[in-house]
C-alpha cells in the first residue's frame, strides 16, 4: 500500500526543507518537494493534501506505567484537586452508584497543593467512600492512603493508623488490589490508556513493570493489547536475578523500577542531608551500592539491560559506585555495550553525570517532573530547598554526552510529548534548558535508543512510517535558549528542520501511524 502526504511540512533531518512524503508498505521510501510528488502520486492507495500541516516521527514515551494509567482513565482521577475536601468529594460522588463491595483504585491526589497540607485520613475515606475498599494513591506512586476496609492488607514497614501507607505496606496494599481488581478489568484499563496514547501522538512505549506497581500477569496483557491495537510496546521488569522471565515475557531487560530508592513527594527519595520540610528525615535508600554492582554485573554478563529508579542524591552516589564496581569487574567496554538505564535521575551531580558518561548509561527522564514541581515556589522546592535548583539537569546531562530518553511516568504526568518537549525547552532553571530539536529527539530517537534500537525514531527513506500528522497554529522556528543559535538556525542555508514555537501552545495530533498501520485518526478530519 503506498501513501503520500503533500503540500505539507515534515520533519526530517534527510530534507529539512521537505514538503511531502511517501510510505510504501509500512516504510518511507521518498521524500522531498511537492514537483516531485506527483511522480509518487500515480498508484497510490492514499493521496493526502496536509493543508500545511506538520508531519514528524510519533513520540516514543520511555517510562509508562500502562495498566496504572488506564486505571486513572477509566476510575477515580484526583489529579488537579484543590483542597482536601474537594478530594473527598470526588470520592463520594464516584462511590455513589458502585455496590458496597467495589473496590476504589484510585490515584493523582496531591497534598502539597491542598491548603490543608495533609493527605485524607482512614476515617475520612470511611466516611466518603462509605465504608467500601478504597486505596488513593498519591500523585508520585511511592505512598497512599487506604479505608479501614483494606488495614489487614497493609503489612510490613510504613503503615500507620491514619491509613498512610509506605514501602513495605504500600507494597503490599498494591499486591492485594492486583487480586482484587483481577484481568478483566485490567484489560479495560490498558485498552483505554493504550488508545489515549495513540490518540496524543505516541506510537511506542517501554512498560515499566515492577513486582510492587503491578503483577506479572498484566505483562502479556499489555503486550497482547498493544500488538491488537498497533503500537510498538518494550517491556522491562524491574527486579534482580530473574533472568528465567526474559524469555517468558519477551523482556527488554531487567531494568525500570528497580528502585534504589523512593520519591521527594512521598519523602521517600534518599537524600545525603534531611529534607527542608522535615529535618529529621532523609528518606530511604533500598539499594545499597553493592547490590547496585551485583545487579548490573549480573545483567552485562548476560548480555541484558540493568535499569534502576533513582531520584535523591544518595540514591545515585550509590548509583555512580554501583556502576564504578561494576567497570572493576567487566570493564567499561562491556557497560557501554549493554546500554543500561537509569529512570528519573533528579538531584545528580556532575561527577556522577561523569559516571553515567563513561558507563554509556542511557537517562530516561521526565521533563515533566520540573514542569510540575519545579521552581522557587514549587514542591521541590517545599522538600529540598535551594537543592531544587540542581534537578532534573537536562542540559548538564546532555552536554556531558548522555543519551536522553524522554517519558511521562504516566499516570504520575499526564500522557503527552509535546507538553515534555516544552517543559524541558523552558526548564525552571534556564542552565538546564535544551533546544526544542534535542527535546523533540530525545522524545523520538532517543526512546527507540534506549530500548538498543539504532535506526527508528526519525523520517527518512528506508525507516519505518511511523509517524504523526499535527495541527498547530504556531510558527514553524528553531527554538533555542541561545537566541544566537537561533538566529543562525532559521537562516535556511544552515538546513535544519523546524518545529512548533511551544510558547504559544502545543499542536494537536491529527492521525497517528506505526510501521504505516494508522492507529489513531482524529475525529472529523478529514484526510481525502
Excluded at 467512600?129 to 508520585?140: A, E, F
Excluded at 549480573?298 to 564504578?324: K, M, P, S, W
Amino acid at each position: 500500500m503506498r501513501t503520500l502526504l503533500t503540500n505539507g511540512s515534515v520533519y526530517s533531518p534527510a530534507d529539512p526543507h521537505a514538503t511531502a512524503i511517501a510510505f510504501d508498505d509500512g516504510m518511507v521510501t521518498w521524500l522531498g518537494d511537492d514537483t516531485g510528488a506527483s511522480s509518487y502520486a500515480d498508484g497510490a492507495d492514499e493521496v493526502i493534501d496536509l493543508g500545511g500541516k506538520l508531519v514528524t516521527p510519533a513520540f516514543v514515551d520511555a517510562h509508562v506505567h500502562t495498566a496504572q494509567t488506564g486505571a486513572l482513565l477509566t476510575g477515580l482521577d484526583l489529579a488537579g484537586t484543590t483542597s482536601l475536601t474537594e478530594a473527598l468529594d470526588r470520592l463520594a460522588a464516584f462511590v455513589a452508584d458502585l455496590p458496597a463491595h467495589a473496590v476504589i483504585d484510585g490515584a493523582g491526589w496531591d497534598e502539597t497543593k491542598w491548603p490543608e497540607g495533609r493527605p485524607p485520613t482512614a476515617e475520612e475515606l470511611d466516611r466518603a467512600g462509605g465504608g467500601r475498599r478504597i486505596y488513593l494513591s498519591r500523585v508520585d506512586g511511592h505512598s497512599g492512603v487506604i479505608s479501614s476496609a483494606l488495614f489487614s492488607v497493609a503489612t510490613g514497614s510504613g503503615f500507620d493508623s491514619t491509613g498512610r501507607v509506605e514501602r513495605d505496606a504500600h507494597h503490599a496494599v498494591r499486591d492485594a488490589l492486583s487480586a482484587l481488581i483481577g484481568p478483566d478489568q485490567r484489560r479495560l484499563d490498558i485498552r483505554a490508556a493504550l488508545q489515549h496514547m495513540a490518540s496524543k501522538g505516541i506510537g511506542a512505549f517501554h512498560e515499566m513493570a515492577a513486582p510492587h506497581i503491578g503483577p506479572l500477569w498484566e505483562l502479556p496483557l499489555v503486550r497482547e493489547i498493544a500488538e491488537e491495537l498497533g503500537l510498538s510496546a518494550t517491556l522491562y521488569w524491574g527486579e534482580p536475578g530473574v533472568f528465567e522471565h526474559i524469555g517468558t515475557y519477551g523482556l527488554a531487560g531487567l531494568a525500570g523500577d528497580l528502585n534504589a530508592d523512593g520519591a521527594l513527594g512521598s519523602r521517600t527519595a534518599a537524600l545525603k542531608t534531611p529534607y527542608a520540610d522535615r529535618a529529621d528525615h532523609r528518606g530511604h535508600a533500598y539499594l545499597t551500592a553493592d547490590q547496585i554492582a551485583e545487579h548490573v554485573i549480573a545483567c552485562t554478563e548476560r548480555n541484558v539491560q540493568a535499569g534502576f529508579h533513582c531520584i535523591g542524591d544518595q540514591a545515585l552516589d550509590n548509583i555512580a559506585r554501583g556502576f564504578e564496581l561494576a567497570a572493576e569487574k567487566v570493564g567499561i567496554q562491556a557497560l557501554v555495550a549493554a546500554r543500561h538505564r537509569l529512570e528519573h535521575v533528579e538531584m545528580v551531580d556532575e561527577a556522577t553525570i561523569a559516571t553515567l558518561a563513561r558507563c554509556g548509561v542511557v537517562a530516561s527522564v521526565q521533563p515533566m517532573f520540573d514542569g510540575l514541581w519545579g521552581g522557587p515556589d514549587g514542591m521541590y522546592a517545599e522538600r529540598v530547598g535551594d537543592r531544587w535548583q540542581g534537578m532534573n539537569p537536562f542540559g548538564s546531562l546532555a552536554r556531558a554526552g548522555v543519551v536522553l530518553a524522554f517519558g511521562s511516568d504516566a499516570p504520575v504526568t499526564e500522557l503527552g510529548g509535546w507538553e515534555a518537549v516544552r517543559a524541558a525547552a523552558f526548564h525552571h532553571e534556564k542552565s538546564e534548558r535544551i533546544t526544542v530539536r534535542a527535546a523533540f529527539q530525545a522524545h523520538t530517537r532517543g526512546g527507540w535508543r534506549a530500548a538498543g534500537i539504532d535506526d527508528a525514531g526519525v523520517l527518512a527513506p528506508s525507516t519505518a512510517a511511523t509517524y504523526a500528522i499535527w495541527e498547530t497554529d504556531a510558527d514553524l522556528v528553531v527554538q533555542t535558549p541561545d537566541e544566537r543559535v537561533a538566529a543562525w538556525s532559521t537562516d535556511p542555508r544552515a538546513g535544519v528542520p523546524v518545529l512548533p514555537d511551544l510558547s504559544e501552545g502545543t499542536p494537536s495530533c491529527l492521525r497517528t501511524a506505526v510501521g504505516g498501520r494508522v492507529i489513531y485518526e482524529a475525529e472529523g478530519w478529514s484526510s481525502q
